[in-house]
């Protein structure tokens, strides 16, 4: 065999490589831009409700909104006017996990708050999970859905 015919499947060889590894790397990339999107989504939507900013809530909170709590689920109505009277001093993000599909953003993450009353009772402040889902419409991103696993007094 000829010298020239091992160059040939060495570099077949390295062309196949390329073609199995690089739609890994474009989906890394993608899920790191995710990642980064959906962790500034969440810090907002915090903001937004530390902050009572209803003018900017309204416009995160997508009109099909559902949220379950412990006690049941809330619609995007009950939710905004939940949040209008809620108040939370401080909190603190972690563990955020963000995935994509086309779309839509599913978030889970903990959360602690330094203090947080919902309807006249005081929250846990210990970190609990939450779960949210965003999707990418005509207004930009919008929530979905939210689900609190902070047990409501």
């Known amino acids: ?40 989504l969440t810090q907002v939507f915090w903001e937004q409700q530390k902050n009572v900013d209803l003018a900017g809530f309204e416009k995160t909170i997508a009109p099909s909104f ?11 109505i009950q939710w905004i006017e939940l949040i209008s009277k809620a108040k939370i001093s401080s909190f603190k993000l972690s563990d955020i996990k963000v995935t994509q599909s086309e779309n839509t953003y599913t978030i889970s993450y903990k959360v602690s708050t330094g203090s947080e ?6 929250m846990s ?11 990418k419409n005509a207004k930009g991103w919008q929530v ?7 047990p409501v007094p």
């Open 1 to 40: 065999m000829s010298t020239q015919f091992f160059h040939q499947i060495k570099v077949a060889s390295f062309v196949l490589l390329l073609n199995l590894i690089t739609p890994g790397l474009v989906s890394a990339q993608q899920n790191s831009a995710a990642q980064t999107e959906g962790e500034k």
């Open 66 to 76: 559902q949220q379950a709590l412990t006690t049941g689920i809330q619609n995007r």
């Open 117 to 122: 009353t919902i309807d006249g009772k005081k």
């Open 125 to 135: 402040t210990q970190a609990h999970y939450r779960l949210d889902v965003w999707q």
């Open 144 to 150: 979905i859905s939210h689900a609190n696993l902070n």
